[in-house]
């Protein structure tokens, strides 16, 4: 089945505790992205990626990293997570020269 | 001004009622006009997609793009429990590299009453 995954569904950690998380998708899409959902600021892109080893700013890129080192997998990885960084978290792919984005399930991150 | 405003409701509309869910935009660059649907803790889904203005159709969803007034429609007709979702227009230049990102609106909780 054709799908992006994402892990953890759900994560509680505390404030400056580094974490990752994961995103892998299986339709061999060049293009990747991260985004968080917050109540009244709808999605927000954090960062993308056109192929491996290209990365880029979204619009909220601040605290966050990537990486693509391989076409299938875009993690996220927060080194000091801080308490603004609380939020709902999507990763999305899609053919580099089509319109169509993939959305994961999410990831609820709580940062205490 | 943000680049794509979307009333975020909630609407609430009984069973068999026509929905119409709008958002209007700034930068005149954007071509590509999408409808997201999100259900409770699922990721969005593509719903309908238009390119430059027009009218696309597809089963009870027509979407509607008014370039000159920079103005996005969604149309549900018969509108059903099951489309209770939230909606999010999104919209971008293009869709090759970076041009293809996304810009979403802030999405409209929609609610259908048996």
């Known amino acids: 089945e054709a799908q992006v995954t994402q892990n953890p569904r759900y994560l509680i950690t505390v404030t400056g505790k580094k974490l990752t998380v994961t995103c892998s998708q299986n339709m061999n899409h060049e293009y990747m992205s991260w985004y968080r959902q917050d109540p009244g600021l709808g999605l927000r892109q954090i960062y993308y990626?056109?192929?491996?080893?290209?990365?880029d700013k979204g619009d909220v890129p601040e605290g966050y990293k990537v990486s693509r080192k391989e076409k299938r997998n875009f993690p996220l990885i927060l080194e000091s997570p801080s308490p603004n960084q609380t939020s709902l978290y999507f990763c999305a792919s899609r053919p580099g020269h089509y319109y169509e984005q993939y959305f994961g399930p999410g990831t609820r991150l709580t940062v205490t | 001004q943000k680049e794509v405003e979307q009333d975020p409701g909630p609407l609430s509309v009984p069973e068999g009622a026509i929905v119409s869910l709008n958002c209007t935009y700034s930068n005149s660059a954007f071509q590509y006009f999408m409808w997201y649907r999100q259900y409770s803790r699922k990721g969005p889904e593509l719903l309908m997609y238009t390119y430059s203005s027009g009218n696309k159709e597809d089963g009870r969803f027509t979407a509607q793009v008014d370039k000159s007034s920079k103005y996005i429609s969604l149309f549900i007709r018969d509108s059903q429990p099951s489309d209770s979702a939230t909606y999010l227009c999104?919209?971008?230049?293009?869709?090759?590299?970076?041009?293809?990102?996304?810009?979403f609106g802030k999405g409209t909780k929609l609610s259908v009453k048996p």
């Open positions: 990626s056109m192929n491996v080893e290209v990365t």
């Open positions: 999104a919209m971008s230049a293009g869709y090759g590299g970076s041009q293809g990102n996304l810009i």
